[in-house]
């Protein structure tokens, strides 16, 4: 969020220009001027009518009771009007794109206020933090409240309303059932949903007397009215408050809570990565769950200024679940559960927690939460929440630890500085620095190549690779000016491929120590294309200069070589990296494993060293698990650093570990 700057009581286009750092108000896509003690006069619709891009405004802590009619936000998402003077909430109806709003501390609102701006928007994801069930407040629940209303009417009204003569009586029949609806006396919903239910009877006051006229009064031949004798069978929706959602790290899980399946059949048992040991840990309790899809793996950092903490534990994410796997004992270390969440992606940093170098993970999903974790002390310690769409992508900076980008499913891609966590609490501040433009779909992988220069984001997707030039800002030093800066997309980055028409790049991952080496793949291509970024920086300044933006510009790798692959037409199957090797997975479940010749790439294509098979697997009690391996897809693959374990994770509810079985220098040599 953009800071509130140096505050010089008068809002203008100046001011908005310098606090933003933007050439222009049309550019300006986030804005905070809470706590400059504004009033519903300072929000002039003249001056924000121009900020066309804005995305979110933070007005906390000011003194307004109300936004003008007048105001046109068509791209606003989120608003935060916490801790101000607001008495009511019509004004939220011009602002139908809304996804998320706080209006906490805010006296002159009232709980019936919440459940209105909840029926009204039907955008809004978040109110107030919490999520927001639109089929508690939305059309189902007027459906369902319509249909009690007119059972109640045909139980308790209808025979008075049809003895009466004047129509006098008849209208305060009407009047005394709309107002016996109101109270407690017709149940429907939870009762703190009292107020709200009244509300929209109160909306529907028409349309139950349009309903009451027509369906309970039928006239007959010689004007006298007899009642109705059908009336519509009530279905009432059981609508109940949701609870907060609970977050807890199960410490150290018991054996019996992963369902242990051993590889029957070992491969190549004379060298290379042999099947060491499966588990089933992210679906039901027991045997039988082949549903659950773990999507993303991935090892911790090795801390190699403390020789007492191994590199040997894997974060596995699939479900409501992430699991820490210790490859050396293939037990399971802890589990991080939240319910309802679906978890898709993964990633770690070493950070200094106290003085002492310790490894954290982020991970995310579906609900759009990032989660910040210190599995060796068992405790979750952060949530991040500003993403409103699922969480498709984490990626650390290798060189600024506390760089975390994340992208979703929407396209939004964010740069986040999650700080150090300090003392036994985990003190912590978490800072938006940058937000990626130009991208309006899926963002299925990001990578930052040539990290020593913190110039770069590559984002894979359904359409295409996408680049953004960002001048050295992802590893600048934090200072207390520091602002949201948008980075607009500098180009794509086009490949030769058989098919013209395939736009999917659903597999992106730097090779080599230097980390400019990057091997990409595309689904039904049949190859994993290695490539050098650096060779494209100079084409890149070259557009940037020329101010040449979106899809038209373009740049084109010079491919080294492909290493030669499965010809499936299955997207998402991550390929990963460790030294000169490259991993990659397939349609059934086999793991190819290549080892490349860095000083020789542009010789010739590259065969895969050797294929492990999906092995035949058993229960532990002995029964086969037969026709698995044709089944499954290898979703992700993770090696160690130390090069000793791999582990692949599947859409079959099946953690792979690999064990090296050979020298571990002898890996290395060509």
């Known amino acids: 969020m953009v800071k509130n700057g140096s505050w010089m009581g008068v809002l203008n286009e100046n001011y908005f220009l310098k606090i933003a750092e933007a050439d222009k108000l049309s550019n300006i896509i986030d804005l905070d001027l809470s706590g400059l003690g504004l009033s519903d006069s300072d929000i002039d619709p003249a001056l924000f009518n121009r900020l066309t891009s804005l995305e979110e405004l933070n007005l906390e802590k000011n003194n307004i009771t109300r936004l003008d009619d007048g105001l046109v936000f068509k791209s606003l998402k989120a608003l935060n009007l916490n801790y101000n003077k607001l008495k009511d909430v019509q004004w939220v109806t011009q602002f139908t794109e809304l996804e998320s709003l706080d209006i906490k501390e805010n006296p002159g609102l009232v709980l019936l206020d919440l459940y209105k701006v909840s029926y009204w928007l039907k955008n809004l994801e978040f109110l107030n933090d919490d999520r927001v069930d639109h089929e508690q407040f939305g059309e189902q629940y007027t459906h369902g409240l319509k249909e009690v209303i007119f ?21 305060k029949i009407i009047e005394n059932f709309i107002n016996t609806a109101k109270t407690t006396r017709m149940k429907y919903g939870v009762s703190s949903m009292k107020a709200f239910r009244a509300w929209r009877i109160d909306s529907l006051k028409a349309e139950i007397v349009d309903y009451i006229k027509v369906t309970t009064l039928s006239k007959t031949q010689n004007g006298k009215a007899k009642p109705q004798t059908t009336s519509p069978k009530a279905k009432i929706s059981k609508i109940s408050k949701k609870a907060p959602p609970s977050v807890a790290i199960k410490r150290k899980a018991k054996p019996n809570t992963a369902v242990i399946v051993k590889a029957a059949k070992k491969v190549n048992d004379s060298e290379g990565y042999v099947p060491s040991m499966f588990l089933q840990c992210h679906g039901k309790e027991g045997l039988g769950d082949f549903e659950t899809q773990i999507w993303n793996c991935e090892y911790e950092p090795d801390l190699k200024s403390n020789s007492g903490l191994n590199a040997s534990l894997v974060a596995t994410c699939g479900g409501e679940l992430v699991c820490f796997i210790n490859c050396t004992t293939g037990k399971i270390d802890s589990k991080f559960h939240q319910p309802k969440e679906i978890f898709y992606c993964v990633a770690w940093t070493s950070l200094k927690i106290n003085g002492q170098l310790a490894n954290v993970v982020a991970c995310a999903g579906c609900q759009g939460d990032i989660y910040l974790i210190h599995p060796a002390q068992n405790s979750f310690y952060g949530k991040i929440n500003i993403h409103k769409k699922p969480v498709q992508a984490l990626q650390f900076s290798t060189v600024c630890r506390t760089r975390l980008a994340s992208a979703d499913q929407k396209g939004n891609i964010y740069l986040h500085d999650i700080g ?77 491929l058989k098919r013209d028409s395939n736009t999917v790049v659903d597999s992106l991952v730097l090779v080599g120590a230097d980390q400019d080496l990057v091997a990409s793949k595309c689904a039904g291509e049949g190859v994993i294309q290695i490539w050098k970024f650096s060779s494209l920086v100079n084409s890149i300044k070259k557009l940037v200069a020329a101010k040449k933006k979106g899809c038209k510009a373009r740049v084109y790798p010079q491919i080294l070589c492909e290493l030669n692959w499965s010809s499936t037409s299955h997207c998402y199957l991550n390929i990963c990296s460790a030294g000169n090797f490259v991993f990659a997975g397939d349609d059934r479940g086999s793991l190819w494993v290549y080892q490349l010749d860095l000083s020789r790439l542009d010789e010739h294509d590259q065969e895969p060293k050797y294929i492990v098979p999906f092995p035949s697997c058993e229960r532990p009690d002995g029964s086969e698990l037969k026709d698995l391996g044709c089944k499954v897809l290898l979703n992700d693959i993770a090696c160690s650093s130390d090069m000793k374990y791999i582990t692949v994770v599947t859409d079959v509810n099946i953690v792979g570990l690999y064990e090296l079985k050979q020298d571990f220098d002898k890996i290395h040599e060509l």
Not at 476 to 489: A, F, G, K, Q
């Open 151 to 171: 059972q109640y009417w045909q139980d308790n009204f209808s025979r008075k309303y049809g003895n009466a003569r004047k129509e006098e009586d008849r209208e």
């Open 420 to 496: 150090e966590p300090k003392g036994p609490h985990y003190e912590h501040s978490c800072i938006k620095l940058m937000c990626f433009s130009g991208l309006t779909h899926d963002a299925l992988k990001l990578i930052m190549p040539l990290p020593n220069t913190g110039s770069y984001m590559l984002a894979s997707s359904e359409h295409g690779l996408h680049c953004w030039d960002c001048d050295g800002a992802i590893t600048t030093e934090l200072s207390e000016t520091s602002t949201c800066r948008r980075v607009d997309r500098s180009c794509t980055i086009n490949f030769p």
